[in-house]
T-cell receptor
């Protein structure tokens, strides 16, 4: 069964460093998403991506964040200068088409720890 | 704005007990409603969904009915198993935005 994969499973970094979180969405999907979950809090939407551009982003997704689809399979989230409050579990998701009824398939997550 | 409210956990039940996890929502228009489940060490998996009022979503013995009059989408299961122990998330999406808006999650622990 096709699945979304994410690497690494756990990333530890120093405050101020850049990190890149990687995701491989399901191959025939066209819409891609990043969410995050700070420990003990809600899963929060960060950004959605379609046709090589951002279609929607949240207030959390400021200039420190960027997303890219560098090739036909990977979808990355970059944090330029990490802060302590960026420590969270980051989930990538993909869907076959956009739309409120369409299922989003989630990866297992990357736990980011900023020291 | 749009939001989802879930009952606080953890919920601890004995095997074969009846489960209800409450979920209410606030949304403009006609949202779609979802229950996602997260097993330990895994990502979020869609459990069931309903896309219009009075629809009932069902899967693996779980059910939830889209109630527009009470803006609710409560998750139920008649007889839980130890393997149902997980965190359950209620979520919605709308026509104006395809992002999922999640509730805070409810941890379920089923004891043998």
């Amino acid at each position: 069964e096709p699945e979304v994969t994410q690497t690494p499973s756990h990333q530890v970094t120093q405050m101020g460093q850049e990190v890149i979180l990687r995701c491989v969405p399901i191959s025939n999907h066209l819409y891609f998403y990043w969410y995050r979950q700070i420990l003990g809090q809600k899963v929060e939407f960060l950004v959605s991506f379609y046709n090589n551009e951002i279609s929607e982003k949240s207030e959390i997704f400021d200039d420190q964040f960027s997303v890219e689809r560098p090739d036909g399979s990977n979808f990355t989230l970059k944090i330029r200068s990490t802060k302590l409050e960026d420590s969270a579990m980051y989930f990538c998701a993909s869907s076959e088409s956009g739309g409120r009824i369409d299922e989003q398939f989630f990866g297992p997550g990357t736990r980011l720890t900023v020291l | 704005g749009n939001s989802v409210t879930q009952m606080e956990g953890p919920v601890t039940l004995s095997e074969e007990a009846f489960l209800t996890i409450n979920c209410t929502y606030t949304a403009t228009g006609y949202p779609s409603l979802f229950w996602y489940v997260q097993y330990p060490g895994e990502g979020l998996q869609l459990l069931l969904k309903a896309t219009k009022a009075d629809d009932k979503g069902s899967n693996k013995g779980f059910e939830a009915t889209y109630r527009k009059e009470t803006t609710s989408f409560h998750l139920e299961k008649g007889s839980v198993q130890v393997s149902d122990s997980a965190v359950y998330f209620c979520a919605l999406s709308t026509d104006s935005s395809y992002k999922l808006i999640f509730g805070s999650g409810t941890r379920l622990l089923v004891r043998p």
